[in-house]
């Protein structure tokens, strides 16, 4: 990286959040002869992303498995929509019209929905994960109608694989 003489701040607009913000070169160039961009907290550009909407994107990968993003992109797509990009953001297009996809993780509270963090900026649309958890015996599930093991047999389930819960396990629980 080499260093040059540093530029007067800038305002450049940043396409996720379409906000203005300020960009300044710090006089750093990387080795393939791109400059390094700053904000005002020295915080670093990524791209045409603004660090704000840098951290909130890495943030949101991280969080977000595999199995989270098989189901919200199974539930975009029985909702009709074609998925452009299945990376985070998530990239959809529907009626000729492309949507960004946030996600973020939710669970219940006295019937109140609590989201893990604030809502990232520069989307569309946000999905909202739940994760709950049911307790069943290896003979309550044996006699559910409804669920189906799907896989190998050794007891894997592939990624697709959706297994419907009973309809009432707290009898037998305790």
Known sequence: MTIEPVQEPALKICTYCEQEKVRIWCGAKLKDGSKVFIDHKHQRWAGRRCPDCEKS??????????????????????????????????????????F????????????????????????????????????????QISAMPTARLVGNQMGQLPDATIVSRPVNLSSNLG
């Open 57 to 98: 994107r890495v943030q949101t990968a991280v969080k977000c498995d595999r199995f989270a993003k098989a189901n919200i992109l199974r539930e975009l797509e029985s909702k009709g929509f074609e998925v452009i990009s299945s990376a985070v953001p998530i990239k959809v297009r529907k009626d000729q019209v492309e």
């Open 100 to 139: 960004t996809v946030g996600m973020r993780r939710a669970f219940m509270d006295g019937g109140n929905i609590i989201l893990d963090s604030e809502t990232e900026t520069g989307v569309d649309m946000v999905a909202l994960v739940f994760e709950t958890v049911r307790l069943a015996t290896p003979e």
